[in-house]
């Protein structure tokens, strides 16, 4: 059984530009959702995939935009990039439905400077 | 709308002795909770759940936690640390449902001594 990927592992981007990261589901897992995990603080939710589509979103602008792909795998855009949004960026896949446990990634780390 | 109080930012035990996160969460409908472990520089890895079967939950490495309604906690413990424990332990509610669905605590970070 393969784990959740991420891709980058680390990320150094300038500020006002665009980045993407991605994410592969652990097979057998329709639902992907991302977090961003600042510094010091417990991961923030910014949206959640199923099916292809936005199921859910968290307090984040529009300019945090994603992708869920048929084969469950998914993308995490990020436009006009803040020094605020340097962060570790975490993916989870599970079945859908809360009482279900989610399995995260390792990670990308991104930095904006 | 759910939330997650995770009572104190550190904890700090010495190897052989007891273990207690304090984690207390509100919710508006019958919620799953979970723990997690994130090592430095690790993703996070799932300790134990709750999803309304027995309310004492047993867990990986020797943690568990137990369910409390009347209270609304959900405090993790272990009879006895090893320094292979230390590390960000992080309280998560879920309402069950669709969607946003996962809200986590500000997270415990727990120091073993020697």
Known sequence: ETGVTQSPTHLIKTRGQQVTLR????SGHNTVSWYQQALGQGPQFIFQYYREE??????FPPRFSGLQFPNYSSELNVNALELDDSALYLCASSLAGGKYEQYFGPGTRLTVT | AQSVTQLDSHVSVSEGTPVLLRCNYSSSYSPSLFWYVQHPNKGLQLLLKYTSA???VKGINGFEAEFKKSETSFHLTKPSAHMSDAAEY???VSDRGYGQNFVFGPG???SVLP
């Open chain 1, 54 to 59: 936005e199921n859910g979103r968290g307090n």
């Open chain 1, 23 to 26: 994410c592969s589901s652990q």
């Open chain 2, 108 to 110: 415990t970070r727990l």
């Open chain 2, 90 to 92: 992080f309280c998560v």
């Open chain 2, 54 to 56: 027995a309310t004492l």
